[in-house]
């Protein structure tokens, strides 16, 4: 049930762009995206809701394809300010429950 | 606005000690409460979560334990200590009407030693 995310890790350059990747066995009703600094709490990003939908803010944004059962983070034109590791979280759609499970996470880390 | 605090943040305890983790919310009524650990450099493990006083659902078989004596109120115990506890145990909260459309929001996390 844990969704799957690629890749593992990445290294940009600052100013270059990143997709993170995040995908399911199971029909998915939400996905969810956090970014946590090493030491730090898991920091909310965004959530998608409707297959696909759209969503971003500054130059973060996500798209989610229901019939893929996958999501894509997109970071664009990345600042120093990215990195940390980012988390996947999808809530399946087979029934009322209360949680949403996370993936392992893709650490990204940006060179100046 | 919502705040959520955890409580200690740091902890160093030997093998076979008890435990006791509190997290509380304030802010917000009624709202799901979780308790995740996360190993070093691993991710986010779902122990315990929580929709109403009273109302635990465990996750993972193991020495740990939750409560919820209030609305607001979190805490994540154990009897008995073993090495394998250590990590890093957060706490988070959604809204009412489930996780699955509402973000979570996380505590500042207690780093758990177990020696």
């Known amino acids: 049930q844990q969704p799957v995310q690629s890749p593992q890790a990445v290294i940009l350059r600052e100013g270059e762009d990143a997709v993170i990747n995040c995908s399911s066995s199971?029909?998915?009703?939400?996905v969810h995206w956090y970014r946590q600094k090493h030491g730090e709490a898991p920091v909310f990003l965004m959530i998608l809701l409707k297959g696909g939908e759209q969503k971003g803010h500054d130059k973060i944004s996500a798209s989610f394809n229901e019939k893929k059962q996958q999501s894509s983070l997109y970071l664009t034109a990345s600042q120093l300010s990215y990195s940390g590791t980012y988390f996947c979280?999808?809530?399946?759609?087979?029934?009322?429950?209360?949680?949403?499970?996370f993936g392992k996470g893709t650490r990204l880390h940006i060179l100046p | 606005s919502q705040t959520i605090h955890q409580w200690p943040a740091t902890l160093v305890q030997p093998v076979g000690s008890p435990l006791s983790l509190e997290c509380t919310v304030e802010?917000?009524?009624?709202?799901?409460l979780y308790w995740y650990r996360q190993a070093a450099g691993r991710g986010l493990q779902l122990l315990f979560y929580s929709v109403g006083i009273g109302q635990i659902s465990s996750e993972v078989p193991q020495n740990l334990s939750a409560s919820r004596p209030q609305d607001r109120q979190f805490i994540l115990s154990s009897k008995k200590l073993l090495l394998s506890d250590s990590g890093f145990y957060l706490c988070?909260?959604?809204?009412?009407?489930?996780?699955?459309?509402?973000?979570?929001?996380f505590g500042p996390g207690t780093r758990l030693t177990v020696t």
């Open positions: 802010g917000t009524s009624n709202p799901n």
């Open positions: 199971k029909a998915l009703y939400s």
């Open positions: 979280g999808t809530a399946p759609r087979d029934g009322r429950d209360d949680k949403i499970i």
């Open positions: 988070a909260w959604s809204g009412v009407g489930g996780p699955w459309s509402y973000e979570q929001y």
